[in-house]
């Protein structure tokens, strides 16, 4: 408890918190789509938008998500409308974006030290304007869920009978995409570009595991979440470990203690 009276300390405890909820909700939409490379390709150029921001001294922040927005919006179109498979152009584009962001960012000073704190993430570095900002877009995104939920999920089950039954699936499809990229830039601060997908695969993809309603696995995503990250941070700061890359790292070993029992002692 004495470490909240730390200003740093509480922030990153807050933050934490707060993405824990926001990314484990949006994990049951990602694994029932099967979103996950879409995901993987969205936090990936989301590293081209934070460097041009570092660079150009804007709010990476800001340019992250409308560089990761554009992006996703992007890799959707062609996915629909394209004649390449989806696995080829999220590919490219991440690519793309990955050595857009690289190149950049060689241009501003002491670039090494800024590149890994965009690819693996700082959880101390939260401040307090992080968290009303990250606040704001969670109450937004839980009020857009709470209000859409059965049609999104609908769409995510079968996309082509929810527009036959008069969904405006375009809508949402795109929309959860734009929530995805801009959710995906306000992780990076605690688990990075490249662990972010991480955070909003293994909370639904644990809780799968184990139940096989989606109500059930949404709320069991949202606890284990809440353990995981709460766990991570403390351990980290008790060994003096990368924050990020501790959650992610025992957010996996549960998953693989879980699918070993199941697959052992229940043997489905």
Known sequence: MELLDISFIRNAIIGGVLLSLLLSVLSLFIVIKKWSFINIGISHAAFGGLAIGFVAGISPSLTGSLFAVFIGLLIGYISKKGNIHEDISIGILLSMSMALGVIVITFAPNYNSDLFAFLFGNILTITDEDIYILLLFSI??????????????????DEELAYISGINTNFYYYMMITILAIATVLSIKLVGTILSSAMMILPAA???????H???ILISSVIISLIMVLLGIFVSFE?????????????????????????IVIKD
């Open 206 to 212: 644990v809780s799968s595991q184990i139940f096989w």
């Open 214 to 216: 989606y109500k059930k």
């Open 140 to 157: 937004f995104t839980f009020i857009f869920l709470w209000l859409s939920f059965k049609k999104i999920l609908y769409c995510c089950f």
């Open 239 to 263: 060994y003096n470990l990368p924050s990020g890359a501790t959650i992610v790292l025992i957010y996996s070993i549960v998953f693989f203690i879980v699918f070993i029992f199941r697959k």
